[in-house]
C-alpha cells in the first residue's frame, strides 16, 4: 500500500479532518484533565499519532504529537524537562510512521497495543532520564542508584500512561479501520450505481 499524497488527502478530506478533530481533542484533554479528575499522565499523544499515521499514511503524520504538545504546552506551559519531553514525542511521531501501513484486523489491533506499550516506555524511560540528568545531582545523585531512583519515583506516573495507552491507542485503530470501512462502502456504492 503506497503512502497518500497531499493530493489524495485534499480529495479524502474526511482523513484529516479527523486527524485534526483528535488533536483538538488531545489539546482539549491535555489541558482539563486535572478539572476532569483524571490521573496524573493520562494522555492520547500516543493515539493520536497512531490515528494520524493510519489516517494520512504520509509522513506529516508524524507531525500529530508536536501539534498536540506545542498547542496544549501554550495552554498550560512545561516543566525543565521540556527538551526530554519534545523528543521523546518526536520519536513516538517517528515510530507512528511504522506502523501507518498495517492494515487487517488483528494485525492493526497488535500492532496497536505494540504502539501504545512502546511509546510508553519511551515516554516513561527518556523523561525520567530527563530528571536525572538536568537535576544537577538535587533530585537524583548523578549515580546509577540516582538514575535508579529517579525510575522507582516515576512508576507511580508510568501506570496510568501505560493503562490509558492500552485502551486509547486500540480505540485509535478502530477508528482508523470504521473509516477505511466506510471509504469501501462508498466506492461499492458509487461502482453500483454506475452499473
Known sequence: MRDLTFSDLARRWWRPAVVVLAVVGAVALRRYKDELGLWPNVEVLTATAFLAAGL??????AVAPFAVAAASDLLIGNT????????AWAVIGLGS???RRVRGGWRRYVAALGFGVGGTAVF???TNFGVWAIGDGIWYPHTWGGLMASY??????LRPQLLANL???PVAAVVVSLVERAERARVAADTFARA
Open 56 to 61: 494520512l499514511r504520509n509522513r506529516v503524520a
Open 80 to 87: 525543565s524537562i521540556l527538551a526530554f519531553t519534545w523528543s
Open 97 to 99: 510512521l511504522l506502523v
Open 167 to 169: 485502551a486509547f491507542v
Open 152 to 157: 522507582a519515583a516515576g512508576l507511580p506516573f
Open 124 to 126: 516513561y524511560l527518556w
